[in-house]
């Protein structure tokens, strides 16, 4: 059985026989992006979108969700129709957005995550086996890793310093006649 074809995929992983190894599949790959294991799931209805007629259906080869309330799609793709990077927003904006009801807070909205298996390199800037992307603001991340270089720099100072300090403090008792 070739996992990489959607019919053998969904049996495997998107049977109720089968959610054991589901949950070990997602929490493998979670585990990754320092995600807290996942100990339930439910199996969802893959059919997304599509409340008026003249709207654009879509239909998810897998979609779960954990005893947090988090959604979790799995999309597995063989050829590259290069429009990937289009439609998995789409699928996770379609997820992101249709949690609320009228009259709910935003609040109420819980994570969604888009696990996508692919037999073809998506991204041209990396070789990388995986990717793990999540969204923030940009001046903010490079803020962060500023200040977080920045506390590195003043500690290894401190710790120079002292070093310093100690090996004075060391010749100084050597000197003395004490």
Known sequence: MDLKVDYAFKQLF?????????????????AK???S?????????????????????????????????EWVNIEI???NEYNMIKR??????RLFSEQLKEGQSYKELYPVISINIMHFNLLDETDAFYNIFRLYEMKQKNRKKKWK???????????????K??????????????
Do not use: C, M
């Open 77 to 79: 793709q063989i050829n």
């Open 14 to 30: 998107g049977n109720e026989k089968n959610k054991d190894i589901t949950v070990v599949f997602l929490n493998a790959i979670l």
């Open 149 to 163: 270089n920045r506390r590195k720099r003043q500690k290894s100072r401190r710790k120079r310093r002292k070093s």
């Open 37 to 69: 294991p996942i100990q339930q799931l439910y199996f969802q209805n893959i059919e997304i979108g599509g409340e008026y007629e003249e709207d654009k259906k879509s239909r998810l080869d897998l979609l779960t969700r954990t005893e947090n309330k």
């Open 33 to 35: 992006s320092g995600r």
């Open 165 to 178: 300090e100690k090996k004075r403090n060391e010749k100084g008792l050597k000197q003395s006649p004490h």
């Open 88 to 93: 998995l927003l789409y699928y996770w904006s």
